[in-house]
């Protein structure tokens, strides 16, 4: 509040030189939430929110109607907006309360500081949102699949919850919520809340729909998509819902959602959350998925036909309990979000498909880890779990280590406690803990206590200061082999020595990705010609099969290759996509055509993905 976050937000927006006002003690987070202008006296514990999407001037218009918890002396609520229009605030009795919009911050926004009269239990902010608001995006009917119908979706973590809702947006303070949403009636909404009324209520030209999440959630996974959108039930808890185009393909490839709920059930506790519904959206959605409670949000780009992309799913899934279940207590703690759902995420894939898909998960999780390790170097704030983003702009994304070394650390721990003692360790910190939140410390001390039983050369021999306070890969870490990484490796060599491509032919998603990163970045263009004309890799679906194989047609200069990254990098705007092949692209000699493909792209990518890309172009121009 000045809660404590440091590093996430800071990550993805680029922590930007910026003046910031001292942070304030969140007493209850026992932490401080530098993101939030939020503070102790009065904090929110309920939304309701009544809003009409207007699609004409791409807002949302209407009201939030907070309930607060406050202290006996309290003379103010702290609400955090950014790019927020406030017409008024009052009471649950119709006073109108005095407000202000204190200094806006490049990033963090303006705390909206309302004066509480003494009775006050609610307070109702009348507002509007803008239309560039950064959590959301509207897109025309020509960027949907169906080109009829135009499109909206949020996206709220990390800190963007606040530019469309005015609320305490730390992932420390916990809501639930309900919501009317109006829209024009050909269009249905969804949240990530029970859907009170699926074919919504007709008034007028337009619908009304009703969602209540009774659970407590911290603020960036509330969620609200609305389009032209159909849906089909999985199983009995589960079902998916896009655009009538999309349906029947989705509804194949996410065919073992159910299973996969199942399996997370009997490994680590129950699901708590009602149902696990599957969004597919639009191919600007910025990232493979987002976890909104009962209603994950995933992108097209996780469609390849043979389900061979679905531990994407089983992540987003993970996170009900690690992240949604059990929330970082700051976004310098995000690793306890990612690590922790990572981890699960492969103990899904193993349950379901088994032992070598596992391994090879894991491993290519370490290449990546150990790659970006060195690129951030060991000293670098990006290579510690507990990351603390300092006060300048490295302007770097979300990077893969919080996800691969967080899972390391725990399959480290998982080995020397032995697996059975180590998943009932899990299973009681989701138990215990609930509907709260988790700190680094505090879990290190779970660690100590619960895990370890007070052991303490066991725990010396872990090393676990180390692997949380520290960069790089602590010499604690398990060592662990893919059987089937050690036989692509040797056909790599086949291939460079002997043009020997034959056992090609049976790879899965995942030997193919490791082939290709594995291959040196010289290759000549007989070499990349012979792979295409094989396998037609400049015209393959499977986006991460594309992503590596443009990786290296672009340091090859493979022809072909330039045609198939323009098509690429228009038709989706997944950032773990578009930024390392922008790039690419900077590095090499087709300058010009990243700045064509971005010109033509940056309509369609949304805000935070734009961001990104803005600032490759501006580093470029250095
Ligand atoms: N919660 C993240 C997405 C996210 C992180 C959004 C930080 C905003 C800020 C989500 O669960 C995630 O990790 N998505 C990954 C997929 C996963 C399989 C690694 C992605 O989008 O690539
Ligand atoms: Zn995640």
């Given at each position: 509040m000045r809660l404590l976050v440091t590093g996430l937000v800071l990550i993805l927006m680029g922590c930007k030189q910026v003046v910031k006002p001292p942070p304030l003690e969140l007493k209850m987070a026992k932490a401080?939430?530098?993101?939030?202008?939020?503070?102790?006296e009065a904090l929110v514990t309920h939304v309701s929110l009544n809003l009409e999407a207007d699609f004409e001037e791409h807002v949302l218009k209407g009201t939030a109607l907070l309930s607060i918890n406050k202290s006996a002396d309290a003379k103010h609520l702290v609400l955090d907006t950014l790019d927020l229009e406030i017409e008024k605030v009052l009471d649950q009795e119709g006073h109108e309360l005095s407000f202000s919009l204190e200094n806006p911050h490049?990033?963090?926004?303006?705390a909206l500081k309302i004066e509480l009269l003494p009775k006050t239990n609610k307070v109702m902010v009348h507002y509007q949102t803008s239309?560039?608001?950064?959590g959301l995006q509207w897109l025309s009917?020509?960027?949907?699949?169906?080109?009829k119908h135009p499109y909206l979706f949020s996206q709220g973590?990390?800190?963007?919850t606040r530019t469309w809702i005015p609320l305490?947006?730390?992932?420390?303070v916990r809501v639930s919520y309900d919501a009317k949403i109006t829209v024009p009636d050909s269009l249905r909404a969804l949240m990530s809340?029970?859907?009170?009324?699926?074919?919504g209520e007709k008034n007028g030209k337009t619908k009304v729909f009703s969602f209540s999440l009774k659970e407590k959630i911290p603020s960036y996974l509330i969620a609200l998509a609305v389009g032209d959108l159909a849906y089909q039930e999985l199983g009995p808890r589960t079902g998916v819902y896009t655009e009538p185009a999309m349906l029947k393909e989705a509804a194949h490839d996410f065919a073992d959602t159910e299973k996969m709920v199942e399996a997370v059930e009997e490994m680590f506790?129950?699901?708590?959350?009602g149902r696990f519904d599957i969004l597919l959206l639009p191919?600007?959605?910025?990232?493979?998925?987002?976890?909104?409670?009962?209603l994950t949000f995933i992108s097209?780009?996780?469609?390849?036909?043979?389900?061979?992309?679905n531990y994407i799913i089983a992540h987003e899934l993970a996170h009900s309990w690690s992240g949604n279940l059990v929330t970082n207590?700051?976004?310098?703690?995000?690793w306890l979000n990612e690590g922790v759902t990572t981890y699960i995420e492969r103990r899904i894939i193993e349950k379901l498909y088994g032992r070598d898909l596992y391994e090879m998960q894991v491993a290519m999780g370490r290449d990546q880890l150990l790659q970006e390790l060195e690129e951030v170097?060991?000293?670098?704030?990006?290579?510690?779990?507990y990351a603390e983003c300092?006060?300048?702009?490295?302007?770097?994304?979300?990077?893969?280590i919080p996800y691969e070394k967080g899972s390391l650390f725990l399959r480290t721990l998982e080995n020397a406690v032995g697996r059975e003692t180590f998943d009932i360790f899990i299973r009681n910190y989701f138990d215990a803990h609930a509907f709260g939140n988790m700190s680094t410390k505090q879990f290190l001390s779970l660690v100590r206590?619960?895990?370890?039983?007070?052991d303490k050369a066991l725990a010396d021999s872990l090393e676990l200061d180390t692997w949380v306070y520290k960069g790089g890969v602590p010499s604690s870490a398990i060592k662990e082999q893919a059987s089937a990484f050690v036989r692509v490796e040797s056909e790599v060599r086949g291939f460079l020595d002997?043009?020997?491509?034959?056992?090609?032919?049976?790879?899965?998603t995942m030997e193919w990705v490791y082939f290709l990163r594995q291959l040196?970045?010289?290759?000549v263009s007989e070499q990349m010609k012979r792979m295409d004309d094989a396998f037609k890799l400049s015209e393959i679906r499977n986006a991460e099969i594309r992503f590596e194989w443009l990786r290296l047609g672009i340091a090859t200069a493979h022809e072909p290759a330039r045609r198939s990254v323009a098509a690429f990098l228009t038709s989706q705007g997944r950032r773990k996509f578009v930024k390392p092949l922008y790039e690419d692209l900077l590095k090499s000699e087709w300058v010009t055509l990243a700045k064509d493909i971005f010109k033509e792209a940056k309509p369609m990518y949304h805000s935070m993905t734009n961001m990104t890309v803005d600032a490759l172009f501006d580093k470029g121009q250095q």
């Open positions: 401080v939430d530098v993101h939030s202008f939020a503070t102790e490049e990033i963090f926004g303006q239309p560039t608001a950064q009917p020509a960027q949907t699949a169906g080109k973590e990390a800190i963007l305490q947006d730390s992932p420390s809340a029970e859907d009170l009324t699926p074919e506790g129950p699901y708590r959350w191919p600007s959605f910025p990232f493979g998925g987002m976890e909104n409670p009962r097209p780009t996780v469609l390849t036909g043979d389900r061979s992309l207590a700051t976004w310098s703690d995000f170097g060991p000293d670098s704030w990006l290579a510690r779990l300092p006060d300048k702009d490295p302007d770097e994304a979300m990077t893969g206590q619960d895990l370890l039983h007070g002997h043009g020997n491509l034959e056992p090609l032919h049976k790879y899965g040196p970045r010289n290759l």
